[in-house]
């Protein structure tokens, strides 16, 4: 993963992916450019993969996507309630 000294962790969150003869315990970081200029507020996200990941981050991965799981169905369903309202 790449993070330049001006930009800050806005959130991150674990994601299991999968697939034919491969698997993947990442977790996705949103990162905010902080230094003033034309890229101030400018948001991207980038990977930590793996073997990237400090101990705790990786010993809590699978709590951490469960979670994530979690409140991403909440939070679609929040969001259907919402758009059902206009």
Known sequence: MKSADTEEVVAAWAEEASGP?????????????TASGPKF????????????Q??????????????????????SAAMRELRSKK
């Open 41 to 52: 507020g400018r948001l991207r996200i980038e990977a930590l993969q793996p073997e990237d």
């Open 21 to 33: 003869g491969y698997s993947n315990a990442l977790y996705w970081v949103l990162l905010r450019e």
């Open 54 to 75: 400090p101990v705790i981050l990786f010993a809590l991965h699978a709590t951490a996507a469960a979670m994530q799981r979690l409140v991403r169905g909440y939070a």
